[in-house]
């Protein structure tokens, strides 16, 4: 569990920038084995619209706009359902005809035997999904329960992207290297956490933005130590035991705004 944090943090600095599908993926991706990475958004009344791909071939993108995209069980389910949350494929009830074309067709040209998307609700009609595939082997049921496990956080960020843009998505198709630095970082509302000290704050918004304890301490001009009892003395006064339970009462507190 200790690798999501760094992409977690990032992926909250991310909201409201176009950095956020890039960083969300890698949120979502970190620990979950995929050959690569498509991103569409599905309307029910509009065509798709591809966002971006990773490790993904550009013609193949020209031929499900062209051509597959009325087979896409997924782009299906949502015009019939609007289902959101984790979709494996293996899981979609759909004509069978078409599945069978879609798999058949765009995903053996595609070189993909199983895929499982993470339908996120994007305004109006749409939704974005995001998909992690794979080329030789199937997901398991227990990285599928990983994913169910984690979706409000997934759908807590990208509602706040939502708010932050005031419903503008940004639809670039240019994927950015996974990792890259934030240009931006959290700021924490002065409604939120008031029994902090300025001190304690701006070590809170250093551990939001995904700086380890060294860091922390280089940038603030203190030892390591020192930056260990203030993450105790905060914990107290917030009365949390966990980065993790700090993590989720931010969320909470920019979900609820």
Same mark, same amino acid.
């Given at each position: ?72 069980? /997924?782009? !299906? ?7 959101? +949350? $984790? *979709?494996?494929?293996?899981?979609? &009830? ?11 067709? /765009?995903? !053996? ?7 499982? +998307? $993470? *339908?996120?609700?994007?305004?109006? &009609? ?5 998909f992690l595939d794979r080329s030789t082997a199937s997901f398991k049921d227990n990285e599928i329960a990983q994913l169910e496990e984690r979706l409000p956080v997934f759908e807590a960020l990208h509602a706040l992207d939502i708010t932050a843009r005031g ?73 949390i035991t966990s980065e993790r339970e700090l993590f989720l009462q931010f969320f909470q507190h920019r979900a609820d705004r």
């Amino acid at each position: 569990m200790g690798t999501i944090w760094a992409p977690l943090a990032r992926a909250i600095a991310a909201t409201g920038t176009d950095r956020h599908v890039d960083c969300l993926i890698d949120l979502i991706g970190g620990d979950i084995e995929h050959d690569l990475v498509t991103v569409t958004r599905y309307s029910a009344t509009q065509t798709p619209e591809f966002v971006k791909h990773r490790r993904f071939s550009d013609e193949m993108v020209r031929l499900y706009l062209d051509n597959y995209y009325v087979f896409d069980p /997924f782009y !299906a389910s949502w015009r019939r359902e609007r289902r959101l +949350g $984790i *979709m494996p494929l293996k899981r979609l &009830d759909d004509d069978e005809a078409k599945r069978g074309q879609y798999i058949a067709g /765009f995903l !053996a040209q595609s070189e993909i035997c199983d895929e499982v +998307g $993470i *339908m996120l609700a994007d305004g109006g &009609d749409w939704c974005l999904g995001i998909f992690l595939d794979r080329s030789t082997a199937s997901f398991k049921d227990n990285e599928i329960a990983q994913l169910e496990e984690r979706l409000p956080v997934f759908e807590a960020l990208h509602a706040l992207d939502i708010t932050a843009r005031g419903n503008e998505f940004s639809r670039t198709s240019a994927p950015t290297a996974p990792g890259a630095s934030p240009r931006q970082e959290p700021t924490i509302p002065m409604s939120l956490w008031p029994e902090l000290s300025l001190r304690e704050r701006e070590l809170v918004q250093l551990i939001l933005a995904g700086h380890p304890t060294a860091n922390i301490a280089e940038r603030l001009g203190i030892t390591v130590g020192t930056v260990k009892n203030h993450r105790r003395r905060i914990y107290e006064k917030l009365d949390i035991t966990s980065e993790r339970e700090l993590f989720l009462q931010f969320f909470q507190h920019r979900a609820d705004r």
